[in-house]
């Protein structure tokens, strides 16, 4: 499965069968967590065979069941770090997909277990990943059209549009959705440049709701076709 097929293949499970993580998929997903903490300066932590962080009051009202095993997203605070874990955690929930797994990003409706991670000085939580072998698929969700989430047109490039149509299967708090992709033309740089947007929200989570759809849209538009203004 490449990542074009995990992003439509994926959706948010919450549910999962009494299974442990196949030992070499594990590995596979550790050694990813090493890279994607390297290249944004993150400390994301997968955690096995720990059921206590799913057990609360607000897991059971978010109907998570038999979650096991999930990933801890920390890194050192700073103005763009929901932004940085939203981009490179999503690297990782399309590997698991790749995998045969089902995740789900969790905002709020976990517990945090002492001693399950380790954080340094100056570190925070942010959020938890859920991650295993799901009951079910999951379900599709309605999502905006590419015209309400950006400025393609029939004179943007194609690239851009396919980009926007991924952005759109990104998983968004409640699915909300609160972003925006704009197209500008090459001028002084060699590529295009493309703006990402994210717009108010009551709920929250919209900077790191950008940052899994900014990867989303690398993934459908091709990132040799664009650069970031």
């Known amino acids: 499965m490449t990542l074009e097929e995990a992003i439509k293949a994926r ?5 999962y069968k009494a299974q442990p993580l196949a030992e070499e998929i594990a590995k596979v997903l550790e050694k990813e967590i090493e890279e994607q903490n390297r290249q944004g300066h993150l400390h994301i932590q997968l955690i096995k065979n720990e059921p206590k962080a799913f057990q609360g009051k607000l897991a059971k ?7 096991t ?8 605070k700073a103005e763009d770090l929901d932004e940085r874990i ?4 999503e690297h990782l929930v399309l590997l698991a997909q790749t995998l045969g797994l089902n995740t789900c990003w969790v905002g709020l409706s976990y517990s945090k277990i002492p001693g399950t991670y380790v954080l340094e000085e100056g570190e925070v939580i942010k959020a938890y990943i859920a991650i295993g072998y799901g009951e079910t698929q999951g379900v599709s969700h309605k999502i905006k059209t590419v015209g309400k989430a950006s400025n393609a047109s ?4 194609s690239w851009f549009r396919k980009g926007v149509e991924a952005a759109l299967l990104a998983p968004t708090a409640v699915n909300q959705q609160k972003f925006f992709f704009e197209y500008v033309s090459a001028r002084d740089s060699k590529s295009a440049q493309v703006i990402a947007k994210r717009s108010f929200s009551l709920i929250g989570f919209t900077q790191m709701d950008l940052g899994i759809a900014k990867y989303h849209f690398e993934v459908g538009a091709g990132k040799d076709n664009f650069e970031w203004a």
């Open 11 to 15: 959706h948010s499970v919450r549910a």
């Open 61 to 67: 009202y978010g109907k998570f069941s038999n979650v």
């Open 69 to 76: 095993n999930y990933l801890v997203m920390a890194g050192q």
């Open 86 to 89: 939203g981009y490179y955690d």
């Open 154 to 157: 029939d004179i943007t490039p």
